[in-house]
């Protein structure tokens, strides 16, 4: 079994290092310099600085190569450059290999799920999404986590599972992708705003509230799109946000930290070198919530504060639920 991870991010080249403990595995990097590290340091100091990584984990920047012998397909990039990749790489992909995301986010424009635009470009191939509370630098340090593999085709799932799962990186099956994909793109919104009461100030009942009432308000929106309400409540919901929401490793809540701190999106963003997939989600959010008629306060604020309508301590002076929102979080 040859595993190919389209992208060296962080995210991306932990799992390739995962799989690579497992069986042969390729990553595709668009930087040289990153794919000459891996291959000849066994490492990749861009991103995981200060950890090695497995001797069978290879790297190229030809991306006929890395696709054209891929068993397993898996695609580590963000969502706004997601379609171009994938759509490059499809006509080397052999038939019938499953396509697994790594992206919580959504397509700009199209407001598409990414195992969507992978049904759109690669019809005929398994799709499946990997997400779940997963710091890249824990994992690395092979600390305990775990992860949902999302498939409709639980025998899939099954063969999947087997390739990802180690002894300290527990991944479960769940056939609801929906689900899965939604808690895992919309948690990114929940903590922005969580990161945002860091730079306030505010205190841990406000955020513990902020929190609650986020994934009350994903949970409605997801089940409203389809998603089960139990997957909201797992690790692709719940456990998702927690760790994201308060991890200094997250990128979504450094944002919200740094616009609490009053300093501007765009400088914030200019000095990232990995994607905030929130900042962008915060529309895509706003829109879903107008056409299912979901009221979603926190998720709105966070947007008008994207958006440069209001600002930080403004939104979260307005962050209480509404009186006729009675059921808990």
């Known amino acids: ?32 310099v990153v794919a000459d590290e891996i291959n000849s340091s066994h490492a990749n100091s861009r991103y995981l600085e200060g950890f090695r990584l497995h001797k069978r984990l290879n790297a190229t920047t030809n991306l006929e190569v890395a696709v ?6 898996v695609v580590g990039i963000p969502s706004g450059s997601f379609r171009t990749v994938l759509g490059t790489a499809a006509g080397y992909v052999r038939p019938w290999v499953p396509v697994v995301s790594l992206t919580k986010g959504f ?60 002894a300290m990186f527990r991944v479960y099956r769940n056939h609801d992708v929906v689900g899965c994909e939604l808690g895992g793109a919309l948690k990114n919104v929940i903590a922005i705003a969580t990161g945002m009461a860091d730079g306030l100030g505010v205190g841990d009942n406000t955020k513990a509230m902020v929190m609650t009432r986020g994934l009350a308000e994903l949970s409605r929106l997801g089940v409203a799109m389809g998603g089960e309400p139990e997957t909201f409540m797992g690790l692709a919901g719940m456990g998702d946000l927690i760790a994201t929401c308060l991890s200094p490793q ?71 639920p509404a009186a006729h929102e009675r059921d808990e979080g």
Not at 3 to 32: F, K, M, N, P, Y
Not at 107 to 112: K, P, R, Y
Request: charged fraction near 20%; proline fraction near 3%; include cysteine.
């Open 250 to 320: 997250s990128r979504n809540r450094h944002v919200g930290e740094q616009l609490g701190r009053g300093r501007s999106l765009e400088e914030i963003l200019d000095e990232m070198h990995m994607v905030a997939e929130g900042v962008k989600t915060t529309a895509t959010v706003a829109e879903m919530a107008r056409v299912y008629g979901i009221s979603m306060p926190v998720c709105n604020a966070i947007h008008q504060v994207i958006e440069g309508e209001i600002g930080p301590a403004e939104a979260y002076r307005g962050l209480t």
């Open 68 to 73: 054209s012998n891929a068993d397993v397909l």
């Open 1 to 32: 079994m040859h595993v190919v991870v389209l992208g060296a991010g962080s995210w991306g080249t932990t799992v390739a290092a995962v799989a690579a403990r497992r069986t042969a595995t390729t990553i595709w990097a668009r930087d040289e």
């Open 107 to 166: 397509e700009s424009g199209t407001n598409l799920r990414m195992t969507q635009v992978i049904n759109e470009l690669l019809p005929g191939h398994p799709a499946a999404a990997l997400t779940g509370p997963n710091l890249a630098l824990e994992i690395m340090a092979r600390q305990a986590a775990a992860a949902v593999i999302a498939t409709e085709d639980l025998s899939v799932a099954a063969r999947l599972q087997e390739i990802f799962q180690t």
